[in-house]
């Protein structure tokens, strides 16, 4: 369904990101990609999605094909109309409207009414706490509660595939098991997954199969069952060895040094 | 009863300010693009009417309709020649280029339609409304009423329609408006198109009856403190800000203006302007208030 072939992604053309990634996700799979810190996940993610255009970056290499046809350096626009949504990284919710807003944003394609009003209602199935706090204010929302929401708002478009950017970050136990809970109900209904994650036990609990980044490369993939048991994937790939340092990643990860407008 | 007359006169005008304010509201949430030249958009807007009614004679119900269609047109060719390549520039090279767009405009209405004072149409009854000792221009009450509708109408298309929720979505986040498939192009485009026919409508009230010249752009600079008032995304916010800044523009005319020999009541819309931002930099109803990291 999408396929990733040496694919080379640079920022401002001088910083090469992403230095050859080949990855394949099948339909109906969930394909997880970890790596450390700045291993290149988030522009595998923006590459495929066109998103990496607002950051003045561009894939310089390669080719990505969803369905058989070439999408990179697509406008972002129209890879959605192609059925593939991009959850980005860091809750980005609308913030000053409500929940339900936001979901009608991510179902605005839908011209037809009582569609748009099915689509809210499997939402709201899904996911029964957005049904509660619809008339919220988004940026009011706890950051579980967010994350909901950019799923929800997702699934509003119906896409095929949803890439998705670190779902668990920040959250507490209890609320990842929630938010895992969601991936994998819409996973069996069908949807596919390519999902980056730092936290390696959520990832495994729902992938099929694993691609681990380092440095803008991959260098490792197989079998999620397999590479979980594999304790130094954990140890030397995923740089889990303590807590304390995943925490203090937490907070240079605000580089983002987006281009705030884009067309 | 002088000074009822001062309030709701005042109130009025506020309302007027209101209007214009709106146009230069809706362009800044869709592209944050500041534009100096709103002024010149009510001119221009201004010119269209005067062309219609007077140089091609057309009877007053078909030449506003016609102005409107015309204005939408040219809010469109503007955002396109002068601002499309301009998406995501520095907000500096954005505000240079409305000042450019101000200076263009004045050369192009000069050039297309002469320096010379040209009537203006009277699409409002001249004969105000008294109501006992209270006086209050036709023009001005009608304005207001549209004022009112315009913003319960916007108000609702921003927030309750799909295009609207489109426009809502690309004026918090672009990037995540264009990461659910919107166009931030079309939406920026469709906010000139509005921003002009409210311009143009705020011509019409605000120039019934009266000479059309260059100095009708003042109104637009009188409509900046409104929108930085309400906060520069609030549509309802303009209404309230409008009408504070209008009476007390009204009043310190009133009664100010000739103790202290001078036109205090011109610059008041700005004095208020900066009380409140210092106070408020978002304005009373303006984004940017929620920050929860
Ligand atoms: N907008 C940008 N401009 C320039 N360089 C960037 C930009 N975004 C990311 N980079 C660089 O690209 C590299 C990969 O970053 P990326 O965000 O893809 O990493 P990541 O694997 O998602 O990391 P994390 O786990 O921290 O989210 C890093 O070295 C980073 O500094
Ligand atoms: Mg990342």
Known sequence: MLQLNNVEATYSDVILALKGVS?????????AL???????????????????QSEDGEVTGGSILLDGKPIHNMEASDVVRRGLVHVMEGRRVLRHMTAEQNLIVGGHMVRNSTELNQRLEH?????????????????????????????????MAQPKLIIIDEPSLGLAPLMIKDVFGVLKRLKDEGTTFLLVEQNSAAAFGIADYCYVMENGRIVLDGPADKMAENEDVKEFYLGMTSEGERKSYRDIKHYRRRKRWLG | MDFLNYVINGALIGLLYALIAMGFVVIYRAS??????QGELVILGGFIVWYTSFEL???LWLAIPISLIASAF????IERIFLTKLIGESVFSMVMVTVGLLIFLRGFILLVFGPAVRPFPIVFPLRPLFIGDLLIPMNLLIGGGITIVCAVGLSWFFNKTRPGLRMTAVAEDHVVASSMG????????????????LSTMGAIIFLSGKSLTFLASDIGFAALPVALFAGLESIGGLILAGVIVGVAQGLATAYLDPIIGGSIGTVMPFIIMLGILLVRPTGLFGWRTIERV
Not at chain 1, 34 to 52: D, E, P, R, V
Not at chain 2, 32 to 37: D, E, I, L, T, Y
């Open chain 1, 123 to 155: 939402v709201y199935k899904l996911m029964p706490r957005l049904k509660e706090l619809r008339s919220r204010t988004a940026g009011f929302m706890s950051g579980g509660e967010q994350q909901l929401l950019l799923i929800g708002r997702a699934v």
């Open chain 2, 182 to 197: 919107i166009s931030v192009k079309h939406s920026i485009a469709a906010a000139w198109i509005i921003g002009a026919v």
């Open chain 2, 57 to 59: 004679g057309l009877n």
């Open chain 1, 34 to 52: 970890l790596g450390a810190n700045g291993a290149g996940k988030s522009t595998t993610l923006k590459s495929i999605s066109g998103t990496i």
């Open chain 2, 32 to 37: 944050k693009v500041f534009n100096f030249a």
């Open chain 1, 23 to 31: 990855i394949t996700v099948d339909e109906g799979q969930c394909v």
């Open chain 2, 74 to 77: 040219a809010g469109y060719l």
